[in-house]
């Protein structure tokens, strides 16, 4: 989330990104646009860019029961800081709740318990909190962000929001690596005559292996890094790389008195979120790193590429055939095997082989994994390594009266 105190670069898009390029792109989307505007409440469905992705976490909200099995609240002795939720009519709502003890907005967060995931293809169907106004100050989220038992932990972390916006008729992205300096490039996307408190809309992130992150808003992309502010260099050196939990949130950030009687009654809508993922390492060939028929739909990792070990395999030894350059290694998942990474012939892991001079490469082992996972091949380091081995230990929020 970001506060109102800290600086940070805004750029503005326009529907239509190359306005000569892409006419029948542009007409589309507005066509698109105006159909949903004038149909708010069209129940809006989504799905992944390729076949290759596979579910991996998911809710669809049906019944009338939050699943607290998936979900956790974030809680706060400030009581503003703690959602009121309900489930009904198929949809997730985060309600915000005048208190007028504290004479302040009820509003918060929600955050998957136990699901983390790095890389992959994360979507959501939701209606963000309106008014009469166009900018009302209470903010809708969908992000994606560190777990929250690292939060006040001397950690590098990554947030990355799909819309954050208290604009009913913009969509606003964001990058945030927030240690060991903030730095923030938000990117907004009008999307004029639409309001998007009036109905459904999808909101996607595919995040690739090799670092590349491709926003989307019904469908179209919007935003794509690394760019011209956020550059490959830039990128390669955030140094997280602790798996993501998903999160929505909702909170009135300014005079909370001003906008009153408009805010009554209103709440965030959550149709459904759908997270997926790729195969990576399935030893389906042999035990040899680099046989492609070993590997899932992206091939045989290289530079500036995380290698995934996030399937089941008959085969849990896997060789270097020859000096290998990977910027990173991700265990996760509970069905992979115990692996072991040997280096074949005295051949070595070149780590953190990036595209880039700088960066930053590692090992990950998600909290997800149940078996112990082993490196005997030499590493050699091609930039500064971090390791990471995340186990989860929920938070217990204070008791909030």
Known sequence: MKRND????????SVGRNRDA?????????????????????????????????????????GTVFDTNKWAVMGSPIRQWNPKITVSDGKLNLNLVWLDDINYWSSGQIYSRTFQQRFGYYEASFQIIGDTD???????????GQPHDLYGQDVDRLEINLQETHNTYQVK????????????????????????????????????????????????????????KWTPEKLDKIGSLVPQEILFSTWVQFDPNVYRSKLVG???????????????????????????????????????????FNRSSEESTVTLSFDTEVRAIHFD?????????????GHSLLLGATTTE??????????????????????NAQQSLMSTAHTLIYPEWPAVP
């Open 333 to 345: 998942t509970a069905d992979i095997p115990a692996f072991t990474i040997a280096g074949g012939a």
């Open 6 to 13: 800290e600086p940070n670069e805004v750029r503005g898009r």
């Open 134 to 144: 166009e900018d009302s100050d209470a903010f809708s989220g969908f992000s994606l």
């Open 266 to 308: 209103k709440r965030m809508e959550v149709d459904y979120v759908r997270v997926y993922d790729k195969p990576g390492w399935d030893g389906t060939s042999d035990d040899n790193w680099s046989n492609v028929a070993n590997w899932g739909p992206d091939g045989v990792p290289g530079p500036g590429v995380t290698a995934m």
């Open 173 to 228: 992205t964001n990058l945030q690596d927030w240690a060991p300096e903030h730095k923030s490039v938000e990117e907004i996307y009008p999307v004029d005559r639409l309001d998007l408190s009036a109905g459904q809309h999808i909101y996607a992130l595919e995040w690739t292996t090799d670092n590349r992150l491709m926003f989307s808003f019904d469908g179209t992309v919007i935003r794509e890094l690394p760019d011209e």
């Open 358 to 379: 700088n960066g930053v490469g590692g090992i990950t082992i998600n909290n997800s994994v149940t078996q112990s996972q082993t490196i005997t091949a030499d590493i």
């Open 22 to 62: 892409e006419p029948a792109r542009r007409t589309s989307l507005w066509a698109a646009a105006v159909v949903v505007w004038l149909l708010a409440d069209v129940h809006a469905e989504g799905s992944p860019p390729s076949a290759d992705y596979e579910l991996t976490f998911g809710d669809e909200f049906v």
